[in-house]
């Protein structure tokens, strides 16, 4: 069991957040498989992240934007995977990352929240469940598991009935780097409130936008992860909220410093874990897609088909999972946004009832009892 001193002790003061960025939550269960939920925030654009190159509609559809897989690695002989992500192309080679494109949640709205708490509750509707998937995920395996969440307030994913014990520091004010300056000053010469005053500044650093510090942060909330995941009595269950995905606007530069970010963050989860990445599945996820046209900042606005991706040791990867509907005009959902062909509360029921050796149906009446298919992706995990 993580208490605080030992969390102290693995660095762990230095992650939590007054709502910069990103959060993380974490959950103790007596297995050795180790889970990893990432969500994206803000509607990350799967078609910037993993471009099909080989549709013949592509490039004229995504203009300027399509640029960023001049020289991207090819995956196989429709998908590109965007340059930044070096780390997961490295994982996509040795067999441990997966991709699986047109997702989405029954959600088939724009608004970020109502999304959000879908893709959290596993539910069909916004606000129709009162818990989440990952906390009634862990009702499924041992009794005496425990949780712990490290943030101000636990996500609507792990909040339920199943007790999660919480760490959650003193929120900051979204103050200016000035303001935080001067109190820093303020409290230079003061013996108590200088160390307290510091380790906030600490977390605020931590846990800021995936792109900031040249992904530095993000990496170091991943070695965080990892070393709380691998502690003897530690954490199995982990998840990792990241922010920033909502590129309306110059999307090309901010698209590829969070997709950076986020490619440390796994990177430095893969080494901070060492020999149990073999036990470990990562799954990345964000609450809908964006449009597939370009708007007149060259951005991109809320649409619906998305990516997710799976990641770890434990990962059957290697593969680009789509059953691709186009891009032509005629193929578009509502005429603007990717139309989705995979149900990603299908996909993530498939890989959690794999990793944790459950009942594919049992599991999905207990996460997505509103779950319209009764499929199987199978294969995703090694057996």
């Given at each position: 069991m993580i208490t605080r001193r030992n969390f102290v002790a693995l660095g762990a003061s230095a992650v939590l957040t007054s709502g910069l960025g990103a959060r993380m939550v974490l959950a103790k269960a007596a297995t050795e498989r180790r889970f990893v939920f990432i969500i994206q925030r803000g509607a990350a654009d799967g078609l910037g992240t993993l471009a099909p190159l080989g549709d013949p509609a592509f490039a004229g559809q995504r203009g300027v934007l399509a640029q960023d897989f001049a020289s991207a690695p090819r995956l196989?002989?429709?998908f590109a995977l965007h340059p930044a992500m070096t780390n997961l192309h490295s994982l996509y080679q040795a067999k441990q990352a997966l991709?699986?494109?047109?997702?989405?949640?029954?959600?088939?709205e724009r608004s970020h929240f109502d999304g959000q708490n879908v893709l959290e509750t596993g539910g069909s509707s916004a606000y129709a469940l009162k818990d989440g998937w990952l906390n009634r995920l862990l009702s499924?395996?041992?009794a005496d598991d425990r949780a712990i969440a490290l943030a101000a307030t636990i996500p609507m994913a792990l909040r339920g009935s199943v007790e999660v014990a919480s760490y959650a520091?003193?929120?900051?004010?979204d103050a200016s780097d000035?303001?935080?300056?001067?109190?820093s000053a303020m409290y230079r010469e003061d013996s108590q409130l200088?160390?307290?005053w510091e380790q906030a500044i600490a977390t605020r650093m931590l846990t800021s936008d995936l792109a900031s510090d040249n992904g530095r942060n993000a990496a170091a909330t991943g070695s965080l992860a990892a070393r709380l995941l691998s502690a003897e009595g530690g954490a199995r269950i982990a998840m990792i909220e990241t922010g920033g995905w909502d590129t309306h606007a110059q999307q090309r530069g901010r698209l590829a410093g969070q997709l950076k970010g986020l490619d440390a963050m796994v990177g430095a989860v893969r080494q901070g874990l060492g020999p149990l990445w073999s036990e470990t599945i990562l799954v990345v996820a964000t609450e809908f897609g964006r449009t597939v046209k370009v708007n007149g900042t060259q951005g991109t606005d809320?649409?619906?088909?998305?990516?997710?991706?799976?990641?770890?040791?434990?990962?059957?990867g290697g593969r680009v999972v789509a059953d691709w509907p186009g891009l032509g005009d005629a193929a578009l959902y509502e005429g603007r946004d990717l139309r989705p062909t995979t149900g990603l509360d299908t996909l993530i029921n498939s890989a959690v009832a794999s990793h944790f050796d459950l009942l594919p149906t049992r599991t999905a009446q207990k996460l997505f009892p509103d779950m319209k298919s009764a499929g199987v992706l199978k294969d995703l995990v090694r057996a």
């Amino acid at each position: 069991m993580i208490t605080r001193r030992n969390f102290v002790a693995l660095g762990a003061s230095a992650v939590l957040t007054s709502g910069l960025g990103a959060r993380m939550v974490l959950a103790k269960a007596a297995t050795e498989r180790r889970f990893v939920f990432i969500i994206q925030r803000g509607a990350a654009d799967g078609l910037g992240t993993l471009a099909p190159l080989g549709d013949p509609a592509f490039a004229g559809q995504r203009g300027v934007l399509a640029q960023d897989f001049a020289s991207a690695p090819r995956l196989d002989s429709l998908f590109a995977l965007h340059p930044a992500m070096t780390n997961l192309h490295s994982l996509y080679q040795a067999k441990q990352a997966l991709f699986v494109h047109a997702v989405a949640s029954p959600y088939r709205e724009r608004s970020h929240f109502d999304g959000q708490n879908v893709l959290e509750t596993g539910g069909s509707s916004a606000y129709a469940l009162k818990d989440g998937w990952l906390n009634r995920l862990l009702s499924l395996l041992p009794a005496d598991d425990r949780a712990i969440a490290l943030a101000a307030t636990i996500p609507m994913a792990l909040r339920g009935s199943v007790e999660v014990a919480s760490y959650a520091p003193s929120a900051l004010p979204d103050a200016s780097d000035d303001l935080l300056a001067r109190v820093s000053a303020m409290y230079r010469e003061d013996s108590q409130l200088h160390a307290i005053w510091e380790q906030a500044i600490a977390t605020r650093m931590l846990t800021s936008d995936l792109a900031s510090d040249n992904g530095r942060n993000a990496a170091a909330t991943g070695s965080l992860a990892a070393r709380l995941l691998s502690a003897e009595g530690g954490a199995r269950i982990a998840m990792i909220e990241t922010g920033g995905w909502d590129t309306h606007a110059q999307q090309r530069g901010r698209l590829a410093g969070q997709l950076k970010g986020l490619d440390a963050m796994v990177g430095a989860v893969r080494q901070g874990l060492g020999p149990l990445w073999s036990e470990t599945i990562l799954v990345v996820a964000t609450e809908f897609g964006r449009t597939v046209k370009v708007n007149g900042t060259q951005g991109t606005d809320h649409g619906t088909g998305a990516l997710a991706m799976l990641m770890g040791g434990a990962v059957n990867g290697g593969r680009v999972v789509a059953d691709w509907p186009g891009l032509g005009d005629a193929a578009l959902y509502e005429g603007r946004d990717l139309r989705p062909t995979t149900g990603l509360d299908t996909l993530i029921n498939s890989a959690v009832a794999s990793h944790f050796d459950l009942l594919p149906t049992r599991t999905a009446q207990k996460l997505f009892p509103d779950m319209k298919s009764a499929g199987v992706l199978k294969d995703l995990v090694r057996a």
